[in-house]
């Protein structure tokens, strides 16, 4: 699973959300460009970010729903499992599963999770991104419907792969493809729409983005511990502060709509406070753990690359969400996911391996 799309904070009014969006209209122009779009806005197009040019490209189109940008951090996430299993060998065998892993977690399902989340959105996005390629007309909804189930039936069969190379009596990657799958669909689809909710939406979120592909990437080559399951469920607390920061930019579609989503439920101000705190808390709890299980080295270099995310939060975040949402997480999240990386190798040399 991965995070919903990035959107525009628009100040024009706001067109009827009730209005439905057709699969194709007689006057929509797929190439008529992001009135915000400049240099760079192509790269950005096919990358899935805000700022994007329009295009007739269908499979650019495809590629745009799939939001490349947003892989990165579930690619990332099995590196770290991959990491804590303390069992990785830089062999061609294993070297080719990791890959094939990462496969699974971005492209396929991340791509499968965006592209339902964009299906979803449609009627949001016509208000805060109406370039985007489902309320632009861009591409008909077959279309959108066929890409999410190629996207999902490719990942639960790399998944199933994965199984069968690793020689799992159970097949734990499948299951837990499955288990990410679904609650990527009740994230995005009614009647449960998870992303309603701030606090159940943004937690399923930075589980997505911490604990699924760590532990895709841990069960893979060695053994998921419930201890070692707890703690990256507990880390993706940490994930939920960052996913908090997505729903500055689109307050005023999601109030239009009636998503509960935090800036909307406590204000902007608040809602920066509770993802700072959310994001600085948890993961000093991480130093507290690295500490309890010998591993000081590790936490002494985590609350080193906890304090410029701290800087960067006073600078950008506390400051301006709304503005500055983009150059606090450019500048920010590097340090978060470094500091991932030294828990999970700090664990994998660590007795929770085999708890």
Known sequence: MAPPPGSSTTRSPLPDPSAPVSETTSDSNPNSPNPTASSGAGARQLLGMKGASGTSNIWKIRL???????????????????????????????????IACMLMSGPLLAGYTQTINDYYDREIDAINEPYRPIPSGAIPLWQVKAQIWVLLLAGLGVAYGLDLWAGHTTPVLLLLALGGSFVSFIYSAPPLKLKQNGWLGNYALGASYIALPWWAGQALFGQLTWTTALLTLAYSLAGLGIAVVNDFKSVEGDRALGLQSLPVAFGIEKASWISAGMIDVFQLAMVAVLIAIGQHFAAVLLVLLIIPQITFQDIWLLRDPVAFDVKYQASAQPFLVLGMLVTALAIGHSDLVVM
């Open 64 to 98: 745009q729903l799939m939001k490349p940008v947003t892989w990165i951090p579930l690619i990332w996430g099995v590196l770290c499992g991959a990491a804590a299993s303390g069992n990785f060998h830089w062999t061609f065998s294993e070297v080719g599963a990791s």
